[in-house]
């Protein structure tokens, strides 16, 4: 394993500093039992496909789970792939791609669905969106199998939406926004809120798998509002905001409440306040209260303190402060429980 040398350290005061390496195998235990104090972690990035945010998270999965019992990770990926992804046994290449948006298709995520394939761990998404490619084979079939059995009718019913949902959203992709074709999509929605309505009457369904079902097809209503937003529009981004603290909410209140969950997520999202309603500043102060949210950004979004600092003690690669320390920066504040500033910021290679 390639050794990288590395030094974290904590404002632990508003004077001093305690400098942590990081060894072989990027033994981080002490930032862990930090984070451990909450039952939610939120693990960030300034901006998606960077090794050195994706390499520091990995490593704090995996002591977060061997160490505390951290068992689940719900990605900025898809809702609908990644219950739909749970029904098989993929290899952890095929895996990962099924799961996550394509800038995260790396070694450093590989690495982490080789170790979760080994151990218990589960991965789940928050996104209404899905992959490129507009169709997931995947999710399709298994939706389909659990709808037949409400009505083997439904069963092409549901294809076609799913066939229809991926013409507008590639269209509207392509900018293709007549008002004619808004008002198709509202038509469409409404046919899922019909397929939804005979879902929730039926008794052929356990209740667990319903629910699963009734949350897939509601992220599909919500997709196709998404796509009908104008681009350049920011409601797009609040939107999709909305939907996705939804998503997790339902996630952290469902099927994982007794569990610790760690979310992966861009630091934009996982912000407990900013100019606008993030993903974790609209969940409810019961969830966000027993959560520490972590930015990951690069060097040079640091304060003038902070980067004296880390050159005056030689930090190599990873510099970590609290936000009650008193260099954290003024303008994250309220924002972040802690952030971690990267000395490099290198692109990712993607696996293909």
């Known amino acids: 394993m390639r050794t990288y040398i ?3 350290l904590i404002m632990l005061s508003l004077k001093s500093f305690a400098q942590i390496g990081i060894s072989e195998n990027l033994d981080i235990k002490f930032l862990a039992e930090i984070l451990n104090q909450n039952r939610i972690v939120g693990l960030g990035e300034d901006s998606h496909g960077y090794k050195n945010s994706s390499e520091i998270k990995v490593a704090l999965i995996k002591e977060l789970k061997q160490e505390y019992g951290f068992n689940t990770v719900i990605f900025e990926s898809s809702f609908c792939n990644n219950w739909a992804a749970n029904n098989w046994n993929l290899e952890p290449l095929d895996d990962m791609k099924s799961r996550i948006y394509k800038v995260w298709n790396t070694a450093e995520l590989l690495d982490l669905f080789e170790y979760a394939q080994a151990s218990d761990m589960k991965f789940f998404g928050c996104d209404i ?3 490129t490619g507009y169709r997931s084979t995947m999710f399709e079939e298994r939706m389909a199998e659990q709808i037949s059995k409400v009505d083997l009718k439904l069963e092409t019913t549901f294809y076609n939406l799913e066939e229809r949902t991926a013409v507008y959203r590639e269209m509207f992709s392509l900018k293709k926004r007549e008002v004619a ?10 046919k899922y809120e019909i397929l939804s309505g005979q879902v929730k009457l039926s008794s052929r369904l356990d209740s ?6 009734l949350a897939c097809l509601d992220n599909r209503k919500s997709l196709l509002r998404l796509v009908k937003i104008e681009y350049g529009n920011f409601e797009k981004v609040t939107f999709r905001d909305a939907m996705m603290s939804s998503n997790l909410q339902w996630l952290l209140n469902g099927p994982f409440r007794d569990e610790k969950v760690i979310v992966w997520a861009a630091d934009s999202h996982l912000a407990k306040k900013r100019y606008f309603d993030t993903m974790i500043a609209l969940l409810p102060d019961s969830i966000k209260s027993n959560m520490y949210s972590m930015a990951i950004k690069p060097k040079r979004k640091a304060n003038a303190k902070i980067k004296k600092t880390m050159k005056n003690i030689k930090a190599q690669d990873y510099f970590f402060v609290d936000q009650t320390a008193k260099y954290f920066p003024e303008k994250y504040h309220g924002a972040y429980d802690g952030i971690i500033f990267c000395e490099k910021w290198e692109k990712s290679r993607l696996i293909e």
């Open 6 to 8: 590395m030094s974290l």
């Open 129 to 131: 969106k899905g992959q």
């Open 208 to 213: 667990t798998t319903k629910s699963w079902v």
């Open 181 to 190: 074709q808004r008002d198709s999509v509202d038509a469409l929605i409404d």
